[in-house]
């Protein structure tokens, strides 16, 4: 008796873990919905059948009585499962719909300021004295502005394992969220009443942000984490889970435009930041590092060797390379990336002129850029090769299931 009790006492955190993350199975089903409608079309009419038909299933359970809806549990989540792959299918539906019928709609209010207002900043950075390839890779780094990035350049940071870089995304946003953060803890107090105005002017601050560089998939999948974050952390007091927080982003973001699922930046961001959550503290605990100067470098690494190899098979898919020297180029890229964005933005925003910011932003440009061309220039800086769809697919389902033995493996040990 006692032994089957602390049996099921032991088994009662997975319970817990998996019971607490219930977005990451509805992202599954709407992905999957999404899938289906994008090979297949279901129609409405088969829509409402199967609607109906799980509608009676649902009906004649919960007249069963307290124990035979337990018993039969699990025709709920496989209820519940259909349906949320068939409101997938039909939201895309929909929205396939009104993208051909609304071919010609105007731009938003929001995205007409967001361009003048990028269009102006880019002039600014035109009058640097700097090369061309320099300046679009700046204007690319801060705001987002890739037209004027030359092909050449693009290569080149693809070839060295920074492409990522040049998109803004989740590191470019946390970046700009920790330069408010701190320069907040500054000019207010960290009192208790004060944390709705914190929070206000830093969630404020993402957006805005987001909003300059182009609203980009990656741009916003890291607004909207942490946006949960900020108010978990500033508003309600509460931590939140990293996996539910990013499922939840995309099922957000996949159910107002389920066109992103197809889009590049939208996989890479969500996939790198999964692997990022999921590898990269056992890899971080390998070697422990006390030094708080090695621990910083060392934490990068990591991210890095995380991001890098869930991302890998996507990046031979479509850009048919794979970087060899990710790991020597990501460090000091993202150094120059960290200071180089926060100074670019203030330089930008104030009415600066020529002076010492300007001077800065020039510096950090430039060594950026050398250190990206010296690695992308070296004749084994990546290793030509390309994926067909089916084997990028067999290829993740081989790593999600050595990751998944693993897990199992480890979780058996700890009973």
């Not at 007249?63 to 792959?85: D, M, P």
């Not at 105005?197 to 182009?214: C, D, E, L, P, Q």
């Not at 605990?285 to 990591?302: F, R």
Request: a positive charge.
């Amino acid at each position: 008796m006692n032994e089957g009790w602390h049996w099921q006492r032991k088994l009662l955190p997975i319970d817990e873990e998996i019971r607490a993350r219930p977005f990451v199975r509805l992202l599954v089903w709407w992905i999957g919905g999404l899938v289906c409608q994008h090979c297949f079309s279901l129609g409405w009419g088969g829509f409402a059948i199967l609607v109906i038909l799980l509608g009676g299933l649902l009906v004649g359970n919960s007249t069963a009585g307290e124990s035979k809806i337990y018993e039969h549990r699990w025709q709920w989540g496989a209820v519940c499962a259909v349906l949320t792959v068939l409101l997938a299918m039909a939201v895309a539906e929909m929205a396939e719909w009104r993208s051909l019928h609304h071919s010609k709609r105007e731009p938003s209010i929001i995205m007409t300021i967001a361009e003048q207002s990028q269009q102006r900043l880019v002039e600014k950075i035109d009058r640097l004295s700097l090369t061309n390839g320099e300046k679009s890779v700046l204007a690319a780094l801060t705001i987002g502005y890739k037209k004027a990035l030359p092909r050449e350049v693009r290569k080149r940071f693809a070839v060295s394992g920074v492409a990522h870089i040049l998109s803004v995304s989740g590191f470019h946003v946390a970046v700009v969220c920790s330069f408010v953060s701190l320069l907040l803890s500054v000019l207010i107090p960290s009192h208790f009443s004060l944390r709705p105005v914190r929070w206000m002017f830093t969630v404020g601050a993402i957006w805005i942000f987001v909003a300059v560089s182009g609203m980009a998939a990656a741009s916003i999948r890291a607004g909207c984490m942490l946006t949960v974050y900020l108010t978990g952390k500033y508003l309600v007091r509460r931590r939140t889970d990293s996996y539910n927080t990013l499922a939840a982003t995309a099922f957000c973001m996949l159910a107002c435009h389920p066109a992103y699922l197809f889009d590049i930046g939208f996989q890479l961001s969500f996939i790198a930041v999964f692997f990022i959550l999921y590898l990269q503290p056992p890899l971080r605990d390998i070697i422990h590092v006390q030094n708080p100067l090695l621990a910083k470098p060392w934490g990068w690494v990591t991210v890095s060797i995380a991001a890098q190899a869930g991302t890998a098979f996507l990046c031979v898919y479509y850009f048919g390379v794979f970087p060899l020297t990710f790991l020597f180029t990501n460090v000091p890229v993202i150094f120059f990336a960290s200071l180089l964005i926060p100074v670019a933005l203030v330089w930008l925003l104030l009415p600066i002129g020529d002076g010492f910011l300007q001077r800065v932003v020039e510096v950090l440009s430039h060594y950026l850029v050398s250190t990206t061309d010296l690695f992308g220039t070296l004749p084994w800086a990546a290793y030509p090769c390309r994926f067909s769809l089916m084997e990028v697919i067999l290829a993740y389902a081989a790593m999600g299931s050595a990751l998944l033995a693993i897990a199992i493996r480890k979780r058996k040990s700890q009973l």
